[in-house]
């Protein structure tokens, strides 16, 4: 059974930064893109991004008004993927989805809350 | 950024009735559309990619249609399990993917 934990979601001062993990198991991480993807309470889906399978280069890309800010990243030794996300706004107040995909989005995670607040 | 525009907003249906939902895409996807089904505090789940291929699981009562910029996610007969939102999402031009803003599928 495919499955996808997201953790790190916390209450943060803006400025500050976080660092969000997706667990997964149930299929071979290592050869699969992964995506982020974020919604604000009450609002629709948002890209954040995705890192593509060492296979197609390991490498990320971001919506564009993601870029700077965001980072994603995998390590795939322990079927984990990452996102960073620095200097947060309280316009990134949202939870933030881990996704099995890097576009189509066979499988999601539940959730993880990040709330950006002074 | 290819926009994705969703209709109607809300879809009052009863139970064991067609539900019709529609995406319109600004520009062409060709057929590089997925559909979405999200519930109330729960993850979305897939239901359809290329336009009208069923993901695993979904059942047979969920067809797609379409290509270029029209595109149809079709409910043939509403089960209670039905009643959600539902968004499309394309994957043809990046970046970024981009999603409609939903339908929700009411009980009438």
């Known amino acids: 059974e495919v499955q996808l934990v997201e953790s790190g979601g916390d209450l943060v001062q803006p400025g500050r930064s976080l660092r969000l993990s997706c667990t997964t198991s149930g299929f071979s991480f290592s050869d699969y893109a992964m995506s982020w993807v974020r919604q604000a309470r009450g609002k629709g889906l948002e890209w954040v991004g995705f890192?593509?399978?060492?296979?197609?280069?390991?490498?990320?890309e971001y919506a564009a008004s993601m870029k700077g800010r965001f980072i994603i990243s995998r390590d795939d030794s322990k079927n984990i993927a990452y996102l960073q996300v620095n200097s947060l706004k309280s316009e990134d107040t949202a939870v933030y989805f881990c996704?099995?995909?890097?576009?189509?989005?066979?499988?999601w995670g539940q959730g993880t809350l990040v709330t950006v607040s002074s | 950024e290819i926009v994705m525009t969703q209709s109607p907003a809300t879809l009052s249906v009863s139970p064991g009735e067609r539900a019709t939902l529609s995406c319109r895409a600004s520009?062409?996807?060709?057929?590089?559309l997925a559909w979405y089904q999200q519930k109330p505090g729960q993850a979305p789940r897939l239901l359809m990619y290329?336009?009208?291929t069923r993901a695993t699981g979904i059942p047979a009562r969920f067809s797609g249609s379409g290509s270029g910029t029209e595109f149809t996610l079709t409910i043939s007969s509403l089960q209670s399990e039905d009643f959600a939102l539902y968004y499309c999402?394309?994957?043809?031009?990046?970046?970024?993917?981009?999603f409609g803003q939903g339908t929700k599928v009411e009980i009438k």
């Open positions: 890192i593509r399978s060492k296979a197609y280069g390991g490498t990320t």
């Open positions: 520009q062409s996807v060709s057929s590089n």
């Open positions: 996704a099995l995909g890097g576009n189509v989005l066979d499988y």
């Open positions: 290329g336009a009208s």
């Open positions: 999402q394309q994957y043809n031009n990046w970046p970024p993917w981009t």
